[in-house]
């Protein structure tokens, strides 16, 4: 019931809700590109739906990123393929990986700390043919 709750709350406001993949992208961000004041750039929680939504860019005949600016995150490596070319931002996902299994690890073994535990990794930005930089827009 909660999860729920958050998906209509996040539709409410124009996010859309779904798998994590291509074709959430396409489907996801297909409506809100297509209106007469669409959005001048689209964030996506991976890459995956990045590729959609410039596909789904293409596809109504947007110039990326001179109409639209898409950005991805985790930058696996489709992203830098030449045909997709996604600005995204990279994560460390093996230490974060590394990081959750520690503490899966302890809680199983019955280490549970006091406070919550959170774990802050750097990432950073890795620029390619998507985005508009900042101060162009």
């Not at 996801?28 to 001048?40: D, E």
């Not at 860019?57 to 992203?79: E, K, T, W, Y």
Request: proline fraction near 9%; hydrophobic fraction near 45%; charge should be neutral.
């Amino acid at each position: 019931e909660a999860l729920a709750g958050v998906v209509v709350s996040l539709l409410s406001l124009g996010l859309c809700a779904g798998w994590f993949g291509q074709g959430a992208g396409y489907a996801g961000i297909l409506p809100r590109i297509s209106l007469a004041q669409r959005p001048r750039a689209v964030g996506c929680i991976t890459d995956s739906v990045a590729v959609g939504a410039l596909n789904a860019a293409r596809a109504l005949g947007l110039r990326v990123p001179a109409d639209v600016s898409i950005v991805g995150i985790d930058n696996v490596p489709m992203s830098g393929w030449p045909i997709c070319n996604i600005s995204t931002v990279a994560l460390p996902l093996p230490q974060m990986a590394e990081d959750a299994a520690n503490l899966l690890v302890d809680r199983l073994m019955g280490k549970l700390p006091e406070e919550p535990v959170r774990h802050i990794h750097p990432v950073h930005a890795v620029p390619r043919g998507t985005h508009t930089p900042a101060g162009q827009i």
